[in-house]
């Protein structure tokens, strides 16, 4: 699932095409793209009609087009799910779901999902902490891109959990934004194994661990992200190029580039977690 520096490159590559537009026509291709959406494609497209997008927002991984009757539409770009812009009579994708045109004639919007997991939805908005986001996001924490992100309540609030590190830097209502890939990336900055537990880390390392996450999100960003194959685009087909910069996930069986000890994969909450053995050794379990 795509996260922080993924979504905010297709949440730009849409504010800077789609902003300002009206809908005049919505074509939903394939039910699955709007499941989430409780009344249906007809009633998803019918609420469209003529509504102007206003913004496009993002908190964490979570991506939506703020409209001007005061809805939401979510989006849910799931494990291949693409937002896409492409010119009027663009030959149709093969896995197009949902196709939205506009009144001033200019290029279509597209959702095209492969494995039809994401799709489409339209949520009242709600006020929290003065921000309007859509009832579906409002429990979700701010993300370190915010600007009233509180680095100070997190770190304090991390080492209050009783948890491993990796699981609290993936928990969405403590962090958000943080995946799979970027915590491996942050751990390995700051030579933590993933196991070690939350309450035993200093105000220090939790403080470094948060900004190595910070950092690491921040860079991959100017680099359009990490695409590990055709899956992941912006909004003009184009994939991003960080993974290249990788150090620890999905490099399993190569060297350290910082100790040379050998990358190694374990098993994480039905995923993978990727680390150093020398240097992120894992913790000792206490003697019984």
């Avoid at 010119?87 to 949902?98: A, N, T």
């Amino acid at each position: 699932m795509p996260e922080l520096p993924e979504v905010e490159v297709v949440r730009r590559g849409l504010a800077a095409h789609a902003s300002g537009r009206t809908i005049t026509d919505v074509e939903v291709l394939h039910p699955r793209a709007v499941r989430r959406h409780e009344l249906g494609g007809l009633d998803f497209a019918a609420r469209l009609k003529g509504a102007r997008i206003d913004a496009v927002s993002r908190r964490g991984k979570y991506l939506w087009v703020e409209l001007d009757n005061g809805e939401a539409m979510l989006a849910h770009l799931g494990m291949s799910g693409q937002m896409l812009v492409r010119p009027k009579g663009y030959e149709d994708e093969k896995h197009l779901r949902i196709r939205f045109r506009f009144k001033d004639k200019g290029p279509e919007l597209r959702f095209v999902d492969q494995r039809t997991f994401g799709g489409l939805a339209l949520s009242e908005m709600v006020t929290v902490d003065t921000v309007l986001l859509p009832v579906p996001v409002a429990h979700i924490a701010r993300d370190p891109m915010d600007p009233a992100f509180d680095p100070v309540a997190v770190v304090k609030a991390l080492r209050r959990k009783h948890t491993d590190v990796k699981r609290a830097l993936l928990d969405q209502t403590l962090v958000s934004g943080i995946g799979n890939i970027y915590a491996d990336e942050a751990l390995w900055r700051a030579k933590l194994h993933w196991a070690r537990p939350t309450d035993k880390l200093s105000p220090a390392k939790a403080a470094e661990v948060l900004q190595h996450a910070t950092d690491v999100m921040n860079e991959a960003l100017e680099l359009g992200g990490t695409s590990f194959d055709e899956l992941y685009v912006n909004v003009n087909g184009q994939s991003g190029y960080f993974d290249r910069s990788l150090n620890a996930y999905g490099q399993e069986g190569n060297p350290c580039n910082r100790c040379g000890g050998i990358i190694r994969r374990e098993a994480f909450m039905n995923r993978s977690s990727f680390s150093c053995p020398r240097c992120q050794p894992r913790p000792r379990v206490p003697s019984q």
